[in-house]
């Protein structure tokens, strides 16, 4: 029997990831995709219709406020969309008595140990983003104790906005670039984590909190070094541009960032699917980007 799915978020980079994997798994899934002009998970009457109308078996959120440095000037935003939204969303399963699939971050923890993060280590987040995302959390569980709440980290896809297309402009761009090389974490695929929501969905008995990056870890230089050096080889960057270790504190931002954010992730990787290391997967988004930017220019 296929599983009904309500996403929100359908629009961002997990929510088109998701939608792109679904479209190839048709006899598995009915998906009902939403974005924010369809369903804004702030608004509860909104979210009541949509479930009362698709009548899913489980809702994947999949939206998110995630402008991180916007949001220590927007913080009533940022608590309405990352806070009240999950909160509502996971008010209106536990009322229709349906699963839910919950998106968090790394962000909830303060960086400040060098082994990767267990699920149950202390929260403390240090920017207002991680601040909401953590308030999310803890509403979903107070709403739905069995609710999967996966946190993730440094996300990136051939869709939307994220750190591997801003690298490759400005690579394209400029002589040289000056890249974070103190703080480390692990780069994620949005394609391979919609993928491991979907294995959650299929496996009812999987709750709680859990950790999903890909396998290996970098630093922000490490990451924008392969970025250049593959985006060479597929003609995506085409001007030299040297590319310098500089400090977090050679470059503020008005918000502070984890210096260490690579997560332990045993028991999803055990029980949800395996990763794979985040350099070949940064390969295949980068052809993807290629076929993608090929097509827009032909
Ligand atoms: N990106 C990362 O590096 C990262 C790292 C760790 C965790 N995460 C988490 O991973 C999840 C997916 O992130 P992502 O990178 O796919 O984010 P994204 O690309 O920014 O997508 C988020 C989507 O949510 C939508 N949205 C915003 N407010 C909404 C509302 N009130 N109601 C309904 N939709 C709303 C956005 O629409 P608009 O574009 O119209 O605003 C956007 O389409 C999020 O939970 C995020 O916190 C992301």
């Known amino acids: 029997m296929t599983k009904r799915i ?17 479209a190839m798994m048709t006899a598995a899934y009915t998906l009902h995709a939403t974005d924010q002009a369809e369903l804004d998970i702030a608004d509860p009457a909104q979210i009541e219709a ?5 009548a899913p078996d489980v809702l994947i959120n999949a939206a998110a406020y995630t402008a991180v440095d916007q949001a220590e000037s927007q913080r009533e935003l940022a608590f309405k969309v990352n806070a009240e939204g999950p909160a509502n969303l996971a008010k209106a399963a536990q009322q229709a008595g349906i699963r ?30 991680g601040e909401s995302k953590l308030a999310g959390e803890q509403a979903v569980q107070r709403y739905l104790p069995d609710a999967v709440i996966i946190r993730t ?34 780069p994620t695929h949005a394609g391979r984590l919609a993928e491991i929501l979907l294995s959650a969905v299929d496996q009812p008995e999987f709750t709680g909190i859990s950790h999903w990056t890909d396998a290996g870890v970098a630093s922000w230089y ?49 029980q949800l699917g ?14 993807e980007l290629k076929t993608d930017y090929d097509g827009a220019n032909a």
């Open 6 to 22: 309500l996403l929100t978020g359908a629009d961002g980079q997990l929510g088109s990831e998701l939608r792109q994997r679904v």
């Open 50 to 54: 949509a479930i009362q109308d698709f």
């Open 222 to 270: 490490d990451f924008a070094q392969s970025i250049y050096t593959l985006g060479r080889e597929r003609g995506l960057v085409q001007h030299d541009c040297q590319i310098n270790p500089i400090t977090t504190s050679d470059y503020p931002t008005p918000a502070q960032r984890p210096a260490f954010s690579v997560m332990d992730c045993q028991r999803s990787r055990a």
């Open 274 to 287: 395996h990763a794979r290391h985040w350099r070949e997967q940064l390969q295949m988004m980068l052809d």
């Open 100 to 129: 839910m699939i919950h998106v968090s971050t790394d962000y909830v923890f303060n960086g400040q140990q060098c082994r990767p993060w267990k699920t149950d280590d202390p929260v403390a987040p240090i920017n207002v983003y």
């Open 153 to 186: 980290a440094w996300v990136y896809s051939r869709y939307g906005q994220n750190f591997v297309k801003t690298m490759i402009r400005l690579m394209n761009e400029r002589d040289s670039l000056g890249i974070i090389a103190d703080q480390i974490g692990s």
